[in-house]
Every structure is written in structure tokens, then in C-alpha cells.
């Protein structure tokens, strides 16, 4: 296979004008191509082929070559396989220095930063940043931040010591909510879950309860005897081993046979969705007198 043929179809039709060029093109036999029509220019010194579809895969390809940038955030877990959708718009960052070109043929978010080369690295032919700093800085953006770190923790895509010494090194690029997260992981979700849990009860007035409350030798997080209502804090999906989730099951079902109600709740809705969480158990202590 002729070696622009080949470059083309391991780069979903994309390549530049120095790319070709070092294929062996000259500048002649570039601008034929652009002229017959079979190269169509994405932006000053970037094309595509036109036996290829502008597809999301090339418009990230794309974006890193116009603005001679790293893919980063939701680009970034796009390619690193963290999220299966490619947002439309394909984010960058390129070190103040550079002065790429600014016009695309798509929305770009172009970042103007730099990241350590701990955290970033080449990847199917373009620089992209490593998946502990991507999981981050995707969760800013996505629309629900704390699954996709949790999902990447369950799969071993990371760890939270990859997590936490990428947030350390990149202190400087905001990352609030990723800090929260990290810091909730750290100091153990469920225990966090169960002290926002507690100031939760107080704002609202409800009464009644015990924490770690012994009933038929099992510990509950949160009990209503006088109603047999309790509450189960679950922490992070990555903490439930398939052991714990039969355990948890089982309770449920114990408790049930001695006419108890359990309310399990997640520290993701306790955080970010207490409301929800309040209607949940006054209904259930109404419910029961």
C-alpha cells in the first residue's frame, strides 16, 4: 500500500500538509490532491481525505492538529474509551506558547496550559492527557462526574493514589469538584455519607432516630425503631464487592421478614440529591403511623 494511503487509513483520513511532506509529497503534489478534490482542508495546514467521513474520532484528530494541542477532558475520555459519545465540543489544551491556528470547521473549548509529562502521552497518533488527569477533568464536565469516577475505579482504570498525585501536580487548573470527590474518597464515602446524612435529619426536624442502632445481630446505619424504619448509607459502587452486595441483600430481606423497612441510600444522593432523599423516609415514617 502507497505509505499516504496507509497513514490515511491508520488516521481516519486525517493528516497534515508536514505530515504528507514527510511522506514523501511535495508541496505540488499536495496542493493536486487539495485540488482535485481529493483532500478536503479542515483548517489551514490540516485535511481530510475525502474517501473518509468527518466521523468523531477524526474531528478530535482534528482539533489536536489545528491547534497543535493535547486532547484533554470529555475529548480525552472519548479516546480513552471512559465515555462512549463524543460531546460536540471537542476539547484541547495548548501550552501559551503555541499559536495555532483558531478556526475549525466544529466548536473546539481550547485551553491554553500545559500539563506535566506525567500526565499526559501519545496515543493512537495524537497527544492526549493520561486517564488519571482525564477522569478528573472529565467529571467537571460530564453530567454526572462522580459515575464516571466511580465507573473508572471499578474497572481498574485507575486508582485513587493515580488520582490524587494527578490532582497534586495540576492544582493550578481548578478541578473543584474532582478535589471533593478525591477528598470524600479518601476519607471513606460511607462515613462521609453518614455525617452529611446527620446534618441532613437535623435541618429537617426528623426526630426519632438511632444511629448504629443493633437489631436481630445486625448494625444499622440509621433506625426508627418506633416506626421499623432504618436507612443503609451504601458508599462508593467500586467498594461493593459481590460478597457485600449478597450481605447487603440479605439484611434486606431479614428485615423484611421481621417487618422492617430499609431505605438504602447512596452518598451520591445524599450529596447531591437530599431532597429527594428527605420525601423518601418521611413518607416511609409516615407510612408506618
Not at 440479605?250 to 445524599?270: E, M, N, V
Request: hydrophobic share 45%.
Amino acid at each position: 500500500m502507497d505509505p499516504v494511503d496507509a497513514f490515511l487509513a491508520d488516521h481516519d483520513g486525517v493528516i497534515t500538509t508536514s505530515q504528507a511532506r514527510s511522506l514523501g509529497l511535495t508541496q505540488r503534489q499536495v496542493s493536486r490532491r487539495l485540488k482535485a478534490g481529493r483532500w478536503l482542508t479542515m483548517s489551514r495546514g490540516v485535511h481530510l481525505s475525502s474517501q473518509h467521513h468527518l466521523t468523531d474520532v477524526a474531528r478530535v484528530r482534528v482539533a489536536v492538529a489545528t491547534h497543535r494541542a493535547v486532547a484533554d477532558r470529555t475529548a480525552a475520555a472519548f479516546w480513552h474509551g471512559l465515555i462512549d459519545t463524543l460531546p460536540p465540543v471537542v476539547t484541547v489544551s495548548a501550552p501559551r506558547s503555541v499559536h495555532g491556528q483558531t478556526q475549525s470547521p466544529f466548536a473546539v473549548s481550547v485551553k491554553r496550559r500545559s500539563f506535566p509529562a506525567e500526565d499526559q502521552e501519545e496515543l493512537r497518533g495524537i497527544k492526549v492527557t493520561r486517564r488519571p488527569l482525564t477522569v478528573l477533568a472529565a467529571a467537571q464536565e460530564v453530567d454526572d462526574g462522580a459515575a464516571l469516577i466511580d465507573r473508572a475505579l471499578q474497572q481498574g482504570e485507575v486508582t485513587i493514589e493515580s488520582l490524587r498525585a494527578a490532582l497534586d501536580r495540576n492544582s493550578a487548573h481548578g478541578l473543584s469538584l474532582a478535589r471533593e470527590l478525591i477528598a470524600v474518597l479518601e476519607a471513606g464515602s460511607e462515613s462521609t455519607a453518614e455525617r452529611l446524612f446527620v446534618e441532613i435529619l437535623r435541618l429537617h426536624e426528623i426526630t426519632g432516630w438511632v444511629q448504629q442502632f443493633q437489631l436481630a445481630g445486625r448494625r444499622l446505619d440509621f433506625a426508627w425503631p418506633a416506626r421499623r424504619v432504618a436507612v443503609e448509607i451504601n458508599g462508593w459502587s467500586y467498594h461493593r464487592t459481590h460478597s457485600r452486595f449478597e450481605s447487603d441483600s440479605d439484611k434486606a430481606a431479614s428485615l423484611a421478614a421481621i417487618g422492617w423497612l430499609l431505605l438504602p441510600f447512596s452518598w451520591k444522593a445524599i450529596r447531591y440529591d437530599a431532597e429527594d432523599c428527605v420525601l423518601k423516609l418521611t413518607n416511609a415514617l409516615n407510612s408506618r403511623g
